[in-house]
């Protein structure tokens, strides 16, 4: 059994081929016809690297000699309007919902069951402890999407930080809460790796080094004072703004994000921190996936670097938890985009 993600999960617990192929045969689909449409959806979804789908690799699929990787899946998802358990990826986890691998429309129509796809994503945040306002989150980015066109947002402004490890699909998330509240988004790589690579670079480093102490004690609280007043910058304004960034050092240490709250709520601004929550195996597809130069050193170094990281790992202080292994949630996300019509905007 062959995977196209390398290294990454050699059995799969809980595949079930047979269920991809009676899927595309319940909707009519030729193994040519569903390749066109799998490219067709990825590109009106934007995923990250659109699927070949040539008719050789779905019968490869469908027959169980090549695991499908995370494009190819989220891509079946989104045609079939389905989970990754009713297509038979895997086991569904304790408590995910499935549709019992209903038959759904191939026409792209938006229609009332979009609102219940949102909730169902937005529903992925859940409360990461006794004091954590999970409930109020949910209700303010529902109302926002509501809102968008209908002036506004009663609320006080949030401040959203969406932390996790390397590969949790913090960034996915993100950019779905912006998409559903049109909140500006700062996702501290795009804004801060142009910095950080010359500035590592200067300091006579190599400039996709995130792991050595010249990075940490130099170069990295550099980088998280850019994100931060970058955000400062906003809610000043009374904007509403998502942050991505990891936030390993910063949610676990009770007394910067006391300051955080201090100084937010000052300004009257909610501070409301989500925890990613994944799985070591699907952080490492997704990393090798992505193919970034800063994760090679990861990639290369895969058992030392899981050595330093804990998985029941949360934030010191009340967060949310959006429990995203397996990618469940992004999954949802996906579904969510797709049933409100957000991709074709």
């Known amino acids: 059994m062959t995977t196209e993600a390398h290294g990454v999960g050699k059995h799969h617990a809980g595949w079930r081929p047979d269920r991809l192929r009676e899927q595309r045969a319940a909707h009519g689909l030729t193994l040519e016809a569903a390749g066109e449409r799998l490219r067709e959806v990825a590109e009106q979804a934007r995923l990250q690297g659109i699927p070949a789908a040539n008719p050789q690799t779905l019968w490869q699929h469908e027959q169980g000699e090549v695991y499908p990787g995370p494009h190819y899946r989220r891509a079946y998802c989104l045609l079939y309007r389905a989970t990754e358990p009713d297509l038979g990826f895997r086991a569904a986890l304790p408590g995910e919902e499935t549709s019992t691998f209903a038959l759904t429309p191939m026409e792209d129509r938006v229609n009332g069951s979009h609102v219940l796809a949102v909730e169902r994503a937005v529903h992925r945040i859940s409360s990461g402890g006794e004091d954590a306002d999970h409930l109020g989150l949910q209700q303010r980015i529902i109302d926002a999407w509501k809102r968008r066109h209908t002036g506004g947002d009663p609320h006080r402004p949030v401040l959203i930080l969406v932390g996790g490890y390397a590969g949790s699909g913090k960034t996915e998330l993100a950019r779905f809460v912006v998409q559903l509240t049109g909140w500006p988004l700062l996702d501290k790589d795009p804004l801060t790796r142009p910095l950080v690579e010359r500035l590592l670079v200067a300091l006579g480093g190599d400039p996709n080094d995130r792991h050595t102490d010249l990075y940490r004690e130099n170069v990295r609280p550099v980088e998280y004072d850019c994100l931060m007043q970058s955000a400062m910058a906003n809610v000043k304004c009374g904007i509403s703004t998502v942050l991505s960034a990891p936030f390993i050092a910063e949610m676990t240490d009770p007394a910067w994000m006391e300051r955080l709250a201090n100084r937010a709520g000052a300004m009257g601004v909610d501070v409301y921190p989500i925890w990613v929550r ?25 058992d030392e670097y899981t050595a330093t990281i804990d998985l029941d790992l949360r934030p010191a202080v009340p967060h949310l938890v959006v429990d995203n292994r397996l990618g469940t949630a992004v999954s949802l996300a996906d579904q969510a985009r797709q049933a409100m019509g957000a991709m074709y905007a």
């Open 278 to 302: 994944c799985d070591e195996e699907s952080m490492r597809e997704y990393i090798t996936f992505r193919s970034a130069a800063r994760d090679g050193w990861k990639l290369q170094r895969w």
